[in-house]
């Protein structure tokens, strides 16, 4: 069993920045593909960033140029760098995992979810 634990989130104004940061436990091997995923009240959860093992990464359209994520596999963990943040950007942010990796950015792919983490931008 693969345990997801988000920490990070916090307050900002618009413009500023966050880290997110995943820790993994149980077994979770290297080859998984890792994302984040975000859900703002009355809407659906939506694929942020996702990467491969081999650090392949891809984004939503949304997030492109500001959101940076990236992984340590020595340490389990995985990231979410988050700059120029818009009120937009408020959700609740929500780390996933699944074995058998195909880059997807959508919730259905993923088998393994943390509990999320608050991000608050004002404007």
């Known amino acids: 069993e693969v345990h997801l634990v988000e920490s990070g989130g916090g307050s900002v104004q618009a413009g500023g920045s966050l880290r997110l940061t995943c820790v993994a436990s149980g077994n979770i091997l290297s080859t998984y593909c890792m994302a984040w995923f975000r859900q703002a009240p009355g809407n659906e959860r939506e694929g942020v960033a996702v990467?491969?093992?081999?650090?392949?990464?891809r984004y939503a359209d949304s997030v492109k140029g500001r959101f940076t994520i990236s992984r340590d596999n020595a340490k389990d963990s995985l990231y979410l760098q988050m700059n120029s943040l818009k009120p937009e950007d408020t959700a609740l942010y929500y780390c996933?995992?699944?074995?058998?990796?195909?880059?997807?950015?959508?919730?259905?792919?993923?088998?393994?979810w943390g509990q999320g983490t608050q991000v608050t931008v004002s404007s």
């Open positions: 990467v491969e093992g081999d650090s392949t990464t």
């Open positions: 996933a995992a699944v074995s058998t990796c195909y880059l997807q950015l959508q919730r259905h792919y993923y088998d393994f």
